[in-house]
């Protein structure tokens, strides 16, 4: 802490247990301090800012605790004791050696000046606490002084013990705090700190406010708000502030329930159980905590939940669903640990044993497995209607409610030893631990109940009213409650999506519907489908999945983890998957294998546009999509190069699906307010012919499928809760289902079942209903999807015929003759065929694709949906492919002999139109009609006469960056041009060579790769960073072109300084190289010193801030005792290493000063006895101000030839000399009367005095001080203190120990009541002897 403000800051808050004793060596710039605890008995150093912290000490001995610590600053040694013995040891911990040994004796601080050390001893055996003293030199014996009150802390005033020196924080001008630390070599740097909620400005000195953290601090749920119970309650266990003053999130509408915390973070985490769809949100605990985030969503009845703070983890568990989940803190990789539970509620995490905790509710047990779900066993067996459990770090036990919360319970980390606790008068649903206090949530109304560990005392210290009849979490918000350790999961361990710790090692793991590749690592899906699967759109998972047409394989495609999927349609031919982002409004692809690395993005976000629905034409490569901001339809080529509005003026579309066998296409419009504008449309593919088919009885129509088979329409209307359908000009509308509490989303079916398939966004799973309407819907996989989107099913491609290929499908796109191909060929064959991998050229496997002899399946008819089987006889005559003589579409015989058997059925649609044909002629879009095809062309073009073609007047106008194009004025589309950079730059590598322009207006590169590229990094900036030279060189001037490629710069010696190398006598020129690097410089400048000249200063010296360096100069100072010569002369060390002026002599005059006021008494009989040296021991405030001196040593003032001042003068000082006196005495009085009181109540009470917080001790050691300025503390002084465990180090800033850290705040006591012993004359005698 500063001595001048009231700034706190901490610099250790980790690792620790319980820091006792602390200490500072300022011209070292280093801090030490002492931790005792169950796996610490150590000694530690850092620098004074808490960084490079390390144990210098350790002891493997518990039974001895190391306490008191100070620095012996004349010999470098640091001095410690353990309670028994008294140390020294170098301040690297080298060299230990025990000075004394005493099994009798209590030992606890200590403090060193010259050869003595002074310790407290507690006081054993029927002895009165003491004082101590040793000589260093010797082993023999100590002296001593009794007390009749307890005493803990203790420290030695004197000014040599601060000397003060020339620090780099004289001249820092920090705003608040300035630590001197370690800079290079020996010297110091200062380093400017800010206290606790601020942080530095901009400029490194200044300090503003600071978002700070919470900690200390008890969170609990309220159901409608989440509010806060400081931890660091008073004695009288009194709230800090009403409940409403520290509450947040208030929410009528929610009910939040559960809480975990991530400490490093500074997030909390809660679940909401009110929503429309339960979710888990977090909440940053720095700021104003107004906004959260959803982390999970989807999730069905949350019973508890944890984070794991080493891995980055959150677990969670579901009564609804009887599972454990786990997931990252972002709420990706969700992956199901545990299923099949019978009601797992409240859940506790325990990294540093890789294991967890939870509550069977019903069963009444507490479970135990290792993080990533192995190794389930039962902890502890017949508990009663368990509701909540805690693990506590501290104790190494687990604490728990239990008896429906009449009762606390613990058993250690094994499940034994169980013991009641507390029982409280009113029933307890949820608790907490934080060091030595438990925290409990009444279940009755919105109270908090405080304890001590061991179960006394409770105190209702929060009292409100419920707003809902539920339990609610508390927890503690602090990093005593998650320690550090060190994780096996750093780095995620080479785990692609999830590593999860346990007691040895970790496992990789990959979310639902993935498994682990062949290297253990990395994630695959589950299963690969190309034919007859469901796609689904799960964004509450950042997912899409493939489902298997019985229901029962789910595969993951392995989206990107921040994906939000809506909207998915997949391309047979390139064997892609595609999907709408709505966070992000893109549409992007992805290889169905479930490759990341491949997706990219076709259409880029795009301002006042909301893309919902998709679906492909695969006959002519164009994707359809609705777009609810914008309200159009619009279609894009699959890679997103052309882009075209179809239908303008829509009113708020959305699901959207394609007949291209017969050239429409089918919509709808949604509305909860107009009702009327609420459809069903049909429109021609090319956007022509629009007509609503349905206009009745309509509000948010949300899915739509269609059958061609039956020629019917269906959809699911999530307002009406109806699943309707209709033929396909919308007559003959039938209720197929009326559905309760949903809000169905998506709709799909499959031809050759009799089942309609739709999600829910209230409900988990797939469903599937009947399509006759008979029976209740049915779901699947109700314990994985969390929020269903869009579903669509895909029967996919078969197998081919003839050629070697085995009857394999097609592989598209295919390698023929150096050619890549998407499509069926007739090229060197009479029939259309295809590779059946994806190189023809090499691996010479072909099959025929015409798909009308290759039906595995037909639709409608009387064949009761048998495959056709070829040849088949039909009026007497053998048919090998299907056919459409008399029937509208074509057909087959699942028999050999029509003509006998007289079964058929309808041939599946083959996917092919007037568009599947090199592309139907068209330049641009093919898109397909009832009739034919119709051309069109992207948004900035028109079609030509010609009704085929394309043309436009775009240009890309587009400008380089530090660049200008060559001979390119008007860039029209397909025209390419190359570039050139300006001066200092240079052509970027990814895109050097000729831009052409793009149909869309835009530059990319002219090559195989045909990538956009950004103008704005075609031209690098050629330049080198900021030019750093040795020490004692310097820059000569400006150099030649600033900091550019070719630039050369003058190196110079610095002032104070001279070449080493005969080289450079000049200088020496350094260059600015291609490689954006600086030449290596080899000049070297040596410093050129004066020797300091004892002669010239009398009593006194240079200050220590002198640097004896060449043309600079110093200031001199006297020695304690001694003035300054009126002349105040100022030595300068010249060029040559010479001091002016030469012949120069300081005299420092001895300053005699008036007899000391303060008489030596004593309140103890006990006087030790030295020869040589009387000190006198004075009562000293426990932290003095540190400032200019405020001694009441004053010089003599008399005679008319007083040097320091006139007769008038000295009558003057005269006379304020009384009345200072007169007031002195008073005080004295004053003080000796304040201080009986005090020794009156303490012994009335002594219980009150024992032990009190860190933050109460007085200092033990003041270390040594490294501002200019001098401490105004009485010479020869010990002061001791008879608080408890805590301790304070002086080095302007304070360094303060509390339990768990180590802080660096004010002194800002300067009214506060000393609380130390009364005067004592110490008569030192070298010749030590025992005072036993």
Not at 580 to 598: E, Q
Not at 1029 to 1035: C, L, T
Not at 1098 to 1123: I, S, V
Request: hydrophobic share 30%.
């Amino acid at each position: 802490m500063a001595v001048d403000t009231k700034e706190t800051k901490t610099v250790v808050n980790t690792g620790l247990d319980r820091p006792v004793s602390i200490a500072v060596h300022p011209k070292k710039g280093k801090l030490f301090w002492s931790d005792y605890g169950p796996n610490n008995n150590r000694i530690e150093v850092s620098n004074l800012d808490g960084s490079n912290r390390t144990t210098i000490y350790h002891s493997t001995d518990a039974s001895y605790l190391i306490k008191g610590i100070t620095i012996d600053y004349e010999r470098d040694k640091l001095i410690f004791t353990n309670g028994i013995g008294l140390y020294k040891m170098d301040l690297d911990g080298s060299n230990v050696e025990l000075l004394y040994q005493n099994q009798m004796l209590e030992m606890y601080e200590v403090s060193a000046y010259k050869n003595l050390v002074f310790a407290t001893d507690k006081g054993m055996f029927g002895r009165r606490p003491r004082v101590l003293i040793f000589l260093t030199t010797t082993t023999s014996g100590y002296n001593s002084i009794s007390f009749r009150g307890s005493i803990y802390g203790i420290a030695f005033y004197h000014p040599s013990r601060q000397q003060t020196f020339a620090s780099p924080c004289d001249t820092a001008q920090c705003g608040q705090m300035c630590v001197a630390v370690p800079g290079n070599g020996t010297q110091l740097k200062a380093k400017c700190v800010c206290g606790d909620g601020k942080k530095l400005a901009a400029n490194g000195k200044n300090c503003e406010k600071s978002d700070h953290p919470i900690s200390q601090t008890f969170a609990y749920s309220a159901g409608d708000r989440i509010c806060l119970v400081n931890a660091q309650v008073d004695k009288s266990w009194k709230a800090p502030h009403k409940p409403d003053d520290i509450c947040w999130l208030r929410n009528t509408g929610a009910d939040f329930r559960h809480l975990a915390v991530d400490v490093y973070s500074h997030t909390l985490f809660f679940s909401d159980q009110d929503s429309i769809l339960p979710n888990i949100r977090k909440i940053s605990l720095v700021g104003k905590r107004k906004n959260s985030t959803v982390v999970l969503s989807g999730v069905a009845n949350v019973g508890g939940i944890a984070v794991d703070w080493v891995s980055d983890h959150l677990y969670w568990t579901d009564i609804k669903l009887k599972e454990i989940w786990v997931a990252n803190l972002d709420g990706t990789s969700q992956k199901i640990l545990l299923r099949n539970l019978t009601k797992p509620t409240s859940i506790a995490v325990n990294p540093p044993s890789g294991v967890m905790y939870w509550l069977d509710e019903t069963e009444g047990n507490m479970y135990q497995a290792n993080l990533d779900g192995t190794d389930k066993i039962v902890l502890v067996r017949n508990l009663s209607n368990p509701l909540d459990l805690v693990i506590d770090y501290m104790d190494d036990r687990i604490l728990y409610i239990n008896n429906n919360g009449s009762n606390v319970e613990w058993v250690n980390m094994l499940g034994r030893n169980k013991k009641k606790l507390i029982n409280p008068e009113q029933n307890v649903s949820n608790i907490a631990v934080y060091k030595g206090y438990i925290a409990l949530t009444l279940m009755s109304k919105t109270g908090v109940l405080l304890t001590n560990k061991g179960g006394t005392n409770p105190k209702l210290i929060i009292n409100e009213n419920k707003t809902k009849n539920y339990k609610y979490d508390i927890i503690a918000i602090d990093e005593a409650v998650q320690p550090v350790i060190a994780g096996v999961c750093n780095g995620n361990s080479g785990c692609q999506q999830i590593c999860l710790p346990k007691p040895s090692g970790y496992t990789c793991a990959c979310t639902d519907g993935m498994k682990l590749g062949t290297d253990k690592k990395s994630c695959v899906p589950e299963k690969v489908l190309y034919s007859d699967f469901f796609l689904v759109a799960d964004d509450y998972r950042h997912e899409i999945y493939q489902v298997d047409k019985d229901l029962k394989t789910i595969s993951a495609m392995g989206l990107p983890h921040e994906e939000n999927p809506i909207g998915v349609a997949y391309d047979p031919v390139e064997r892609r998957i595609y999907w709408t982002d709505y966070t992000l409004g893109t549409i992007k692809r992805m290889a169905i294998n479930g490759s990341i690395n491949k997706q990219e993005t076709v259409r880029p976000k795009t301002s006042n546009s909301r893309l919902d629905a998709i679906a492909i034409d695969p006959s002519s490569r164009i994707l359809y999509y609705t777009d609810m901001k914008a309200n159009n339809i619009g279609i894009m080529s699959l890679d997103g190069g052309l882009n075209k509005i179809l239908i303008a003026s829509v009113y708020n579309p959305r699901a959207i699906v394609l007949d291209p066998e017969n050239g429409n296409m089918y919509y709808t419009t949604r509305s909860k307010i107009d009702t009327k504008r609420a459809g069903i449309w049909r429109a021609n593919m090319d956007g022509t012919n629009v007509t609503k088919i349905v206009a009745q009885g309509l509000s948010y129509p949300n899915g739509l499928a269609i059958d061609t088979t039956e020629m019917k329409i269906y959809w699911i209307d999530s307002v009406t809760l109806r699943l309707e359908r209709a033929n396909l000009n919308g007559t003959g509308r039938q209720i197929i289902a009326y559905l309760t509490d949903a809000y169905a989303f998506g709709l799909t079916i499959v031809n050759h079942t009799n089942y309609v398939y739709y999600t829910d966004w209230n409900d988990r799973g797939i469903f599937y209903q009947p399509r006759n309407g008979n029976g209740t819907a049915m779901v699947f996989g109700a314990d994985v999807f969390s929020g269903l989107n869009e579903i669509k099913y895909y029967s996919g491609t078969h197998g081919t015929t003839g050629g070697n290929g085995a009857g394999l499908p097609c592989h598209f796109p295919y390698l023929y003759n150096d050619q890549n191909y998407t499509h069926c060929i007739t090229t060197n064959h009479h029939r259309a065929w295809c590779s059946v991998t994806h190189n023809y050229d090499t691996d010479g496997l072909w099959g025929n694709c015409d798909s009308k002899v290759n039906v595995s399946y037909t639709e409608g008819g009387n064949g009761n949906g048998k495959a056709c089987v070829f040849p088949f006889v039909y009026y007497g005559v053998n048919i090998t492919q299907c056919i459409s003589d008399a029937h509208i579409r074509p057909w087959c015989a699942v028999t050999n002999n029509y003509d006998t058997d007289a079964e058929w059925g309808n041939c599946p649609y083959d996917g092919t139109t007037k568009c599947s044909s090199n592309n139907g002629g068209c330049s641009e879009f093919c898109l397909a009609t009832p009739t034919g095809r119709t051309c069109a062309c992207n948004s900035i073009f028109q079609l030509k006469a010609d009704g085929v073609s394309c043309y436009n007047e775009t240009t890309c106008t587009q400008k380089i960056r530090s660049g200008s194009f060559s001979n390119c004025q008007h860039a029209t589309v397909d025209k390419r041009c190359g570039f050139t950079c300006d001066t200092h730059f240079k052509k970027n590598s990814l895109y050097d060579g000729e831009l052409a322009c793009s149909r869309s207006g835009r530059w990319y590169t002219d090559g195989p790769s045909n990538v956009y590229v950004d103008t704005d990094n075609l031209c690098l900036e050629q330049k080198c960073p900021k030019l750093t030279v040795r020490e004692g060189v310097q820059q000569s001037g400006n150099c030649t072109s600033g900091n550019y490629v070719g630039s050369q710069c003058l190196l110079k010696c610095a002032k104070g300084y001279i070449v080493s190398s005969h080289l450079y006598p000049n200088g020496e020129n350094i260059m600015c190289q291609s490689n954006l690097n600086w030449q290596k410089s080899n000049m070297t400048c040596s410093p050129i010193y004066c020797k300091e000249n004892k002669s010239s200063i009398l009593n006194g010296h240079l200050r220590e801030d002198c640097t004896f360096l060449a043309e600079h100069e110093c200031q001199y100072q006297c020695d304690y005792g001694y003035g300054k010569n009126p002349l105040n002369l100022t030595f300068k060390c010249d060029k040559q290493g010479n001091w002016e002026p030469m012949a120069a002599v300081v005299l420092c005059s001895k300053i005699t000063t008036t007899q000391s006021t303060t008489t030596t008494t004593t309140t103890e009989p006990t006087t030790i006895s030295y020869k040589p040296t009387t000190v006198t021991t004075k009562v000293v405030t426990p932290i003095p101000t540190i400032g200019k001196p405020k001694t009441t040593e004053q010089p003599i003032v008399s005679g008319k030839t007083s040097a320091l001042g006139t007769q008038d003068d000295a009558k003057i000082n005269g006379l304020m000399g009384g009345l200072v006196t007169v007031v002195l005495l008073l005080a004295i009085v004053v003080a000796c009367i304040a201080f009986y009181m005090y020794r009156k109540r303490r012994m009335s009470d002594p219980s009150k005095y024992e032990r009190s917080s860190l933050r109460e001790s007085t200092r033990s050691d003041m270390g040594q001080q490294y501002k200019s300025n001098s401490i105004d503390s009485p010479k020869n002084s010990v002061a001791y203190s008879n608080s408890g465990e805590g301790n304070l180090a002086f080095d302007n800033p304070i360094y303060v120990t509390e339990e768990a850290k180590v802080n660096l705040q004010n002194d800002d006591n300067d009214n506060t009541k000393p609380q130390i012993g009364s005067q004592h004359e110490i008569v030192m005698d070298n010749n030590v002897t025992s005072g036993m």
